[in-house]
């Protein structure tokens, strides 16, 4: 299920204020949906900061743990963790990851990649 826009906004400045690329703050937030079918919920978001530049972003959604049961056991704290220690530090050309956000009143943890508009999904 996806969150709610102010919940949305929230998560993403909260994202963008603790990995340092707080552009100004965030001014506007724009959702879409995502042309797949994915294992999470997920949606492309366009944000508008303060300084006037937009960012597209890839959002994916879990359900307090993030477990499923179609192969994705680690869940998306799992895969924000192979982001962050394994793909950014080898320098492996990935997404942008911008972060990770684990909402407090629902357990739900959100994965922020960057969206890469006219790549091609394998999986």
Known sequence: MLPDLDSLTAAL???FNHNGSARGGLTAV???PTPYVTTFPCEIVTCRFADGT???LFCKFAARDGKC???QRGGLS??????????KP????APAFYGCHADEKTGATWLVLEYLGKSLRVG
Do not use: D, I, P
Not at 78 to 87: K, S
Not at 90 to 93: F, K, L, T, Y
């Open 13 to 15: 400045a909260s994202v």
């Open 30 to 32: 724009r959702r879409e």
């Open 54 to 56: 937009r960012l597209r």
């Open 69 to 71: 049961s179609h192969g």
């Open 78 to 87: 799992y895969e924000a963790e192979v982001y962050r220690q394994v793909l």
């Open 90 to 93: 080898s320098g492996a050309s």
